[in-house]
Each structure stands twice: as structure tokens, then as C-alpha cells.
């Protein structure tokens, strides 16, 4: 309230001048906390928070919304190309000639033209001289590169169960996909398709006259396959060194699990990250690039079942690798703080 008061009886310059310290502190505070940020990612703390990246944990612990986690990811992405870029970024943000969406610009040049370090100075240095909507076209100009491409925005509606399935089928391309989001997946399945229907078109120009003897390549095709099954079954029955093989010497383990364990575990984990923070409590909600992991490790004689199986995100997975890796020598030969189901 007093200080509600006290603004009122200040002057209108008093009022610009008081605006723009605290925008000045404002702009190096962002400095500090990149910082902070960059200790986070490289010390991978997110994954102690339930968090498969530091994406996820700027959303949900930092409370940023996304596009604000973002941008500061993207600004993390540049300056660490270098030293000198990092200077030049801290400089620019302090001073305010440059702004979290200026870096967001170039972050997307440059995943798009993999710029060189010169190049990227020239990029940042560029981007200073006009607005952040402006700053893609004047650095495409600056750099003599491929001019704007136009693009048109479509939308797409789905029902809850076709957003579901879709959303599953993004997680299951999650490791080829440009952006992991349904964007990304729809780019990747119209990319793929018309490359396949280009190879097949291709190929019948190339090859007009199998398509008549289709039906006979079958036949010829479906007995050499039967020929070989039949001389593979001879094979096992046949003795070694004298001796029929016996069923434990044919038997093996397997490591890897197989594809039905793969999808009874996933169904179970309803499609995400098993792992739950010891420090928040909380479960990894990450339904990217997920994979499934010895409870007790391969190693140590966990086998390969469906009760010694978790579902876990990449990040998580490498986290706990580290940890069991580095307990080995105080005799650790499980991993805590992981349940193998939500209801545990």
C-alpha cells in the first residue's frame, strides 16, 4: 500500500527513470539466471525433480510458461557455441540491444543452416539492428542465404481418441522427429510417405514387366522359402560331434526384452516415464523416447520379465545407469527411487 503511495507522489520522469533501472537490473538478473539454468542442464539436476529435461523442468518447477522456457533454452543453445558467443550474448542482453526472441531467431537459423561460430557472431551482431519479428529476413540478407520461404498455417482437429493415438504415435517416432510435438510428426509421416511413393514410382519405371509376372515370382518365391525353413529344421535335428544337442545347451536367456513384454509394460505404465523424484515426489510425465530397463540390472543377474521391467524416459534411463554405475563400489545392486507402477 505505502508503496502504491509513494509512486503516486512521484513525478512522471522520477517514474521512466525508476522503469528503466529496474529494466536494467531485469536484463542482467536473465544473465544470472542463464547461468543458473546452464548449471541445471550440464549437472542434469532436472532428473532429480522427476523431470526428463530441462525443458520440463522450467515448466513445471521454475513455472515459466512454454514459449518462456523456451526461448531461454534457445539462448543456452547459442552460448554455448563458444566463449566469445557467450560474452557476446551476455553483453547484449545486459545493455538491451538484444532480447530472449532475437536469440530465438537465430537459435532457429541456425539448427536450420548449422551456421559456423563467424557466422553466428554475424547472426547475433545482425539481429541487433531490427525488431525480433524482422530479425530471420535481415539476417537471411546479412548472410547472403536462401531468402524467406512462405509458409501457410493449417489446423487439424481430432477427436480425444485420435489426439491419444497420435500422441503415442509421436512418442514412437519421438527419436526422428524435427520437433517433438504433433507438428513434427505430421512433417516426418508426409515426408516419409512421399518418399516411399517417389522410390516405388521409380522403380516401376525401371522395372515395367515384374509387375506381370507378380503372381509366378510368388510361387518361386514362396517355395525357396519353404526349402529353407525345411533345411533350417534339418539343421537343429542334426547331431553335434555325435551328440544331440540337449535343451539347455539350444535354450538362452534373452538380454533384450521382447516386443510382448515391451507392450505389456507400456500399457502399464499408461505410455510414461515410471520414474518418481525423491525429492519432489513427483512422477516423470515424459512419454518421449521411452524405454524399458532392468529393475535389477542385466549385470548383476536381473532377468528379463515383466516384474523386473520399468518403463523409462532416455534421460532417466541414463541418470539411473550413472547411479548404479557409481554404487557399484559400495555393494548397491538395486536402483532406488524408481516404482514399476503409478499404484506403487
Known amino acids: ?7 503516486v507522489q512521484k513525478q512522471d520522469d522520477e517514474i521512466v527513470q525508476e ?4 529494466v536494467s537490473e531485469e536484463s542482467k538478473l536473465l544473465v544470472e539466471i542463464l547461468n543458473l539454468l546452464e548449471q541445471v542442464r ?12 530441462l525443458f520440463d523442468f522450467c515448466v513445471k518447477e521454475l513455472k515459466y510458461s512454454e514459449g518462456a522456457a523456451m526461448r531461454r533454452i534457445n539462448a543456452l543453445k547459442l552460448q554455448g557455441q563458444s566463449a566469445a558467443i557467450k560474452e557476446l550474448i551476455h553483453e547484449s542482453l545486459e545493455n538491451g540491444s538484444l532480447n530472449l526472441s532475437h536469440l530465438g531467431a537465430v537459435a532457429k537459423l ?133 551328440k544331440a544337442l540337449s535343451t539347455s545347451a539350444v535354450i538362452q536367456v534373452p538380454r533384450s526384452f521382447s516386443q510382448q513384454f515391451r507392450d505389456q509394460a507400456l500399457r502399464r505404465a499408461g505410455y510414461q516415464c515410471e520414474f518418481v523424484s525423491q525429492v519432489s515426489r513427483k512422477r516423470c510425465e515424459s512419454r518421449w523416447f521411452l524405454q524399458l530397463d532392468h529393475v535389477v540390472p542385466w549385470s548383476l543377474g536381473g532377468q528379463s520379465t515383466l516384474e523386473n521391467c520399468r518403463v523409462v524416459c532416455g534421460a532417466h534411463n541414463r ?26
Open 110 to 242: 541456425d539448427r536450420a543452416e548449422n551456421f559456423s561460430i563467424e557466422q553466428l557472431e554475424q547472426a547475433i551482431i545482425a539481429s541487433q539492428e531490427t525488431s525480433a519479428r524482422e530479425t530471420e529476413k535481415v539476417i537471411r540478407k546479412k548472410l547472403n542465404l536462401t531468402p524467406l520461404i512462405e509458409k501457410v498455417k493449417v489446423t487439424l482437429e481430432l477427436n480425444a481418441e485420435q489426439l491419444l493415438n497420435a500422441q503415442r504415435l509421436a512418442a514412437q517416432f519421438s527419436h526422428a522427429l524435427p520437433t517433438p510435438d504433433l507438428p513434427g510428426l505430421f512433417l516426418y509421416l508426409l515426408e516419409r510417405e512421399s518418399r516411399k511413393a517417389i522410390e516405388r514410382s521409380e522403380k516401376m519405371k525401371k522395372e515395367p514387366r515384374k509387375v506381370e509376372l507378380q503372381g509366378d515370382s510368388r510361387q518361386v518365391q514362396g517355395r525357396k522359402v519353404g526349402q529353407r525353413q525345411e533345411r533350417r529344421q534339418e539343421r537343429r535335428q542334426e547331431p553335434h560331434d555325435g
Open 42 to 53: 550440464d549437472r542434469k539436476i532436472y532428473t532429480d525433480y522427476g523431470c526428463s529435461s
Open 1 to 7: 500500500m505505502n508503496t502504491k503511495l509513494n509512486l
Open 19 to 22: 522503469l528503466k533501472l529496474k
Open 319 to 344: 541418470a539411473e545407469w550413472i547411479r548404479v554405475r557409481d554404487s557399484m563400489g559400495t555393494g548397491g545392486n538395486t536402483r532406488e527411487g524408481v516404482h514399476l507402477s503409478p499404484e506403487s
